[in-house]
């Protein structure tokens, strides 16, 4: 059923890149049916309508508060079916929130057995954005591709890719979105291409919306260095600076970071380091808009998006 992405992959992709099976960690959901998109257009952050021109998609769910539930890569195979990926401890969660909004709309919703792969990049120097509609993490150029079955590349532990991710600065999952915590601005979702400010209405928007367009958000979640061991959890300025989500095993993490602390000297434990804003977060205002990222920037996303 699902069709790799992979064969599009150029071979100076596949040539120095590694792959890493994430079926531990991520699962698939299959929503299928006339009324697929527009069940997903009033529970997701992004535009539902841009899915088919972009292929791969970043969204989150929210609460009514504006809390987010969920975060998801989403995927067009066709007209009619969109798989959802999410975490796969929250995968019932998920299940169950989508059966409540589905109400008579022609829509089935069930859990897939298929893999789940991504494919790190090398050292190469990628085009990510020549790429169409293959199935390209839509988060960040950087992070790579997903890959819906085994690509058959050399392969790197769940570990590595953890670490592939917190040297960029990217969260996934409950484990570094807690269920009914934060706020969606807060995990990024509006600079990782998740969050569509030209949509109608959809769960938790006014809150999103008005956070947005007031300028102002406070605390992100940022990478940080460490030095291997340290696991104090608080980062200390003249005042609290943030917190520690997370901390491999090099010192590479995460941590919900209060944004005024950008380039300052900060203290974590004795150990005292300075957190500076990513590069990737300076993003092209139409793009970051529009819910697509940078490199989809060349698509005519005034004339198909789409009112549902």
Same mark, same amino acid.
């Given at each position: /059923?699902?069709? !790799?992405?992979?064969?599009?992959?150029?071979?100076?992709?596949? !040539?120095?890149?590694?792959?890493?099976?994430?079926?531990?960690? @991520?699962s698939l959901i299959s929503i299928r049916g006339e009324d697929a998109k527009a069940l997903l257009q009033g529970v997701?952050?992004?535009?539902? !309508?841009?899915?088919?021109?972009?292929?791969? /998609?970043?969204?989150?769910?929210?609460?009514?508060?504006? @809390?987010?539930?969920?975060?998801?890569?989403?995927?067009? +195979?066709? =007209?009619?079916?969109?798989?959802?990926?999410?975490?796969?401890?929250?995968?019932?969660?998920?299940?169950?929130?989508? !059966?409540?909004?589905?109400?008579?709309?022609?829509?089935?919703?069930?859990?897939?057995?298929?893999?789940?792969?991504?494919?790190?990049?090398?050292?190469? #120097? +990628?085009?990510?954005?020549?790429?169409?509609?293959?199935?390209?993490?839509?988060?960040?150029?950087?992070?790579?591709?997903?890959?819906?079955?085994?690509?058959?590349?050399?392969?790197?532990?769940? =570990?590595?890719?953890?670490?592939?991710?917190y040297k960029l600065g990217i969260p996934e999952g409950g484990e570094e979105i807690p269920f009914n915590k934060g706020?969606?601005?807060?995990?990024?979702?509006?600079?990782?291409?998740?969050?569509?400010?030209?949509?109608?209405?959809? +769960?938790?928007?006014?809150?999103?919306?008005?956070?947005?367009?007031?300028?102002?958000?406070?605390?992100? #979640?940022?990478?940080?260095? +460490?030095?291997?061991?340290?696991?104090?959890?608080?980062?200390?300025?003249?005042?609290?600076?943030?917190?520690?989500?997370?901390?491999?095993?090099?010192?590479?993490?995460?941590? /919900?970071? @209060?944004?005024?602390?950008?380039?300052?000297?900060?203290?974590?434990?004795?150990?005292?380091?300075?957190?500076?804003?990513?590069?990737?977060?300076?993003?092209?205002?139409?793009?970051? =808009?529009?819910?697509?990222?940078?490199?989809?920037?060349?698509?005519?996303?005034?004339?198909?998006?789409?009112?549902?």
């Amino acid at each position: /059923m699902l069709k !790799s992405a992979l064969s599009r992959i150029p071979k100076r992709f596949q !040539s120095s890149a590694r792959a890493v099976d994430l079926s531990d960690w @991520r699962s698939l959901i299959s929503i299928r049916g006339e009324d697929a998109k527009a069940l997903l257009q009033g529970v997701i952050t992004n535009d539902i !309508s841009n899915l088919q021109h972009v292929g791969s /998609m970043y969204s989150m769910f929210l609460n009514a508060k504006g @809390r987010v539930y969920f975060d998801a890569i989403l995927y067009h +195979l066709n =007209e009619d079916e969109i798989l959802i990926e999410g975490d796969k401890i929250l995968s019932a969660k998920l299940k169950k929130h989508l !059966s409540m909004y589905k109400i008579r709309r022609k829509v089935n919703i069930h859990a897939i057995n298929e893999s789940v792969w991504h494919v790190v990049p090398g050292d190469d #120097i +990628l085009d990510l954005g020549t790429l169409g509609d293959t199935f390209i993490d839509p988060r960040l150029e950087k992070m790579g591709a997903r890959v819906l079955n085994n690509p058959n590349l050399p392969t790197m532990s769940l =570990e590595d890719y953890h670490t592939h991710r917190y040297k960029l600065g990217i969260p996934e999952g409950g484990e570094e979105i807690p269920f009914n915590k934060g706020f969606p601005l807060e995990c990024n979702c509006d600079l990782m291409s998740g969050v569509s400010f030209h949509k109608g209405c959809y +769960l938790g928007q006014e809150l999103t919306a008005r956070t947005f367009h007031t300028g102002v958000t406070r605390k992100r #979640i940022v990478p940080l260095k +460490l030095s291997p061991g340290n696991d104090v959890s608080d980062i200390k300025a003249k005042r609290s600076a943030g917190k520690i989500i997370t901390v491999d095993s090099e010192g590479n993490g995460l941590a /919900m970071f @209060r944004t005024d602390n950008f380039d300052k000297t900060v203290k974590v434990g004795e150990e005292e380091i300075v957190i500076t804003k990513p590069s990737w977060w300076d993003r092209d205002g139409d793009s970051l =808009e529009f819910g697509i990222s940078n490199d989809k920037k060349h698509l005519d996303y005034y004339s198909f998006a789409e009112n549902f």
